[in-house]
């Protein structure tokens, strides 16, 4: 019987884990969109463009100029928030390898010497717990530092290149079908 009280144990947390894990992505994709629509406020209050013309061709060249200047990798601020991205993403990798660690331990230490060490899973939610929550302040933090969140800059320049190589490919295309159109 101690078995079974063992499994469910290790496998309750493993659950608990999981869902605690679904529903902190699902609130990280909300702040992700809450946190792009803010930026396009934004930049429509400084080009004094309406937010659903932002992405019209005629204002591609002021909303890329205006995103350039912003995330310039030239300002401090921007650098400072590429640093608290690269922070955060090691810290939430050090969670991860933490919780593998402490997972690995209570099975093996469940195994090899005492049922009742299962009961040690559980530490799995309060490390997860301890990790998102020094992430959330550390987050906030930068934001208040530097006016952006971790990362912040860095994705923006991301994107800023993506869009760049994406209207590239696209002339490009536009020429070989004018010159296959011309010969």
Same mark, same amino acid.
């Given at each position: 019987?101690?078995?079974?009280?063992?499994?469910?144990?290790?496998?309750?947390?493993?659950?608990?884990?999981?869902?605690? /894990?679904?529903?902190?992505?699902?609130?990280?994709?909300?702040?992700?969109?809450?946190?792009?629509?803010?930026?396009?406020?934004? &930049?429509?209050?400084?080009? /004094?463009?309406?937010?659903?013309?932002?992405?019209?061709?005629?204002?591609?060249?002021?909303?890329?100029?205006?995103?350039? #200047?912003?995330?310039?990798?030239?300002?401090?601020?921007?650098?400072?928030?590429?640093?608290?991205?690269?922070?955060?993403?090691?810290?939430?990798?050090?969670?991860?390898?933490?919780?593998?660690?402490?997972?690995?331990?209570?099975?093996?230490?469940?195994?090899?010497? @005492?049922?009742?060490?299962?009961?040690?899973?559980?530490?799995?939610? *309060?490390? *997860?717990?301890?990790?998102?929550?020094?992430?959330?302040?550390?987050?906030?933090?930068?934001?208040?530092?530097?006016?952006?969140?971790?990362?912040?800059?860095?994705?923006?320049?991301?994107?800023?290149?993506?869009?760049?190589?994406?209207?590239?490919?696209?002339? &490009?295309?536009? @020429?070989?079908?004018?010159?296959? #159109?011309?010969?």
């Amino acid at each position: 019987m101690s078995i079974l009280i063992a499994i469910g144990h290790i496998v309750g947390a493993l659950i608990s884990l999981v869902a605690f /894990s679904m529903a902190i992505l699902g609130l990280a994709e909300w702040e992700s969109e809450r946190n792009r629509k803010s930026a396009l406020q934004e &930049m429509s209050l400084a080009l /004094s463009i309406p937010v659903d013309e932002l992405d019209k061709s005629e204002n591609e060249t002021k909303v890329i100029q205006f995103a350039l #200047n912003r995330f310039s990798s030239e300002l401090l601020r921007n650098r400072l928030s590429d640093l608290c991205g690269w922070v955060q993403s090691g810290w939430g990798w050090f969670g991860a390898l933490l919780q593998t660690g402490i997972f690995l331990g209570v099975v093996w230490f469940t195994i090899t010497d @005492d049922l009742t060490n299962s009961v040690y899973a559980w530490w799995l939610i *309060a490390v *997860a717990f301890f990790f998102w929550i020094s992430s959330v302040f550390f987050a906030l933090i930068c934001r208040l530092l530097t006016g952006r969140f971790p990362g912040q800059a860095r994705l923006a320049r991301k994107k800023l290149a993506d869009t760049a190589e994406q209207r590239r490919s696209v002339m &490009m295309n536009n @020429d070989e079908i004018g010159s296959t #159109n011309g010969v």
